[in-house]
Structures are given as C-alpha cells and as structure tokens.
C-alpha cells in the first residue's frame, strides 16, 4: 500500500513539473508571438505607408501631368485665337462695330 501510494505521489510530482514546464514553455512562446506579432504589425504598418506614398506619387504625377495636358490645349487655343484675330482683326472689329450701330450685312471687304 505504502509503494502505491508512493508511485501515486511519484506520478503527481512528475505530472507536476511536466505541468510546470508546459506552461513556462507556453509563457515563452507567448512572449515570442508578441514580439513577432509587434514585428509584424510594424512589417505591415511600413508597407502600407510605402503603398500609401507610391499612390500618393502615382496620383500626384498623373494630376501633374493632366494639369500639363490642360494648360498645353489651352496655351494652343490661345495662340490659335491671337492668330486668327491677326489674321481676321480688322473684318470683326467692323462686324462688331456694325452690329453695335444697327448696320444690316456683313462689312464691305
């Protein structure tokens, strides 16, 4: 009875102790998944960033070039204008004068 009892206590010290080193095993790979999970929530927090500024660039330099494309038509309007007021200045200043004056037709050329 005395070496039952005696294995019943051998068994519970050793399940114990193996008790005992699960769960300091268990708290280390706790603390290792935090620092990993802190690595990688910072892993992942810089490759956002770095998508968020490439967006920012792709972005920025397509609004760039559209507000280039916009000024370059309107630049070419422009001249397109000047030129044909060059061309046709006078023959609109007497339209204009004449439609001013009540004046009937177009003006004699």
């Not at 009875?1 to 300091?24: L, Y």
């Not at 490759?47 to 792709?58: D, G, P, T, V, Y």
């Not at 494309?69 to 609109?92: C, D, P, V, W």
Request: aromatic share 4%; with cysteine.
């Amino acid at each position: 009875m005395d070496n039952i009892i005696s294995a019943i206590i051998a068994m519970d010290q050793q399940a114990r102790a193996e008790i005992e080193e699960a769960q300091h095993l268990r708290k280390i790979q706790m603390e290792t998944l935090k620092g990993d999970e802190s690595q990688i929530q910072g892993e992942l927090l810089e490759k956002a960033r770095h998508r968020i500024e490439l967006i920012k660039s792709s972005t920025h330099k397509e609004y760039v070039e559209e507000a280039s494309s916009i000024a370059a038509t309107g630049q070419m309007r422009i001249e397109k204008l000047e030129e044909y007021f060059a061309q046709n200045g006078e023959r609109l200043e007497d339209m204009i004068f004449n439609r001013c004056i009540g004046a009937e037709g177009e003006p004699d050329e």
